[in-house]
């Protein structure tokens, strides 16, 4: 509710965690009136309506007048012209209570903050779940990828085709598809071929990096506060196309195949001069 009328009800959040009490001069609460003609005078001649730079003039000569022992405007009542008064207790739990609300709002920031990290779907997993956490942290991270579409393919661009907007592979088909153990989802697979002349392993892991996130954030035991993307990622090698890796009851294996390519031991392959290379990409992250 806004100021003006909680004040005459006496129920103005930051008085009642203080204990400060507006009364009139006989002691009877402030009238509707008397306290929205009080909020119009403290937000303008005090506040400065919040215009820059005259509000910081404005707060200079309310505190003037108050060490001057003077009232400002807004503390006499405008019906009768008689002066308000403020009783503020001397408890100082008060302080301390004020310190705790203040801790505990930016403590459901942080909470809120931490929850969004979290992917949409949890526990049990299935296709069209996981498609959707790997979507959530493509837009979660701002990034400029297809989405993938229900048969785990990026969606088709305007032009018609698919996959990640590289001019790097003149050919390039990915798909993700899943692990399945007694009819159970375990894990997701992902496969990709490129054809071109070199490969860069730093511009090929962004797939396996969501995919990682979409399904790690759904084990057992993960929460808001617990769940560090960061240290997820790390877990992926950006120096070897092939690695075999378990962290927190996860395996992230990864293997490349290379065709026509030289110096196959780097994290930058290319293809002899004049020529394209080919390379069968495959990223496996299950339970462990």
Known sequence: MPSCLLEPLLLHPGKLLFGIVLRDADGSPLSLSDARKRLSLLFSRGLGWGIPIYNLYRLYKSASLCSEGERNPWEWNASDGRAQRMDIPENT??????????????????????????????????????????????????????????DGRPSAAEDGTGGFSMELFPSHSSQWTPLLTAGTVTGFQYRSEFTGSFFPLSCLNTPQSLGLLAYAGTLPGINCLNFKPKQWLDQISDEDWNYDVTYRGLRMTQSARFANVENQSGA????????????LLTFTVQAA
């Open 268 to 279: 930058f392959v290319t293809a002899p001069d004049g020529q394209e290379g080919r390379l």
């Open 93 to 150: 739990w008060r302080c301390f209570a004020f310190v705790g609300a203040q801790a505990a709002c930016l403590a459901v920031v942080v909470l809120i903050t931490l929850q969004g990290q979290l992917p949409p779907h949890r526990g049990e997993l299935n296709e069209a779940k996981f498609y959707d956490n790997y979507n959530f942290y493509l837009r979660y991270f701002d990034l400029d990828a297809r989405p993938l579409g229900p």
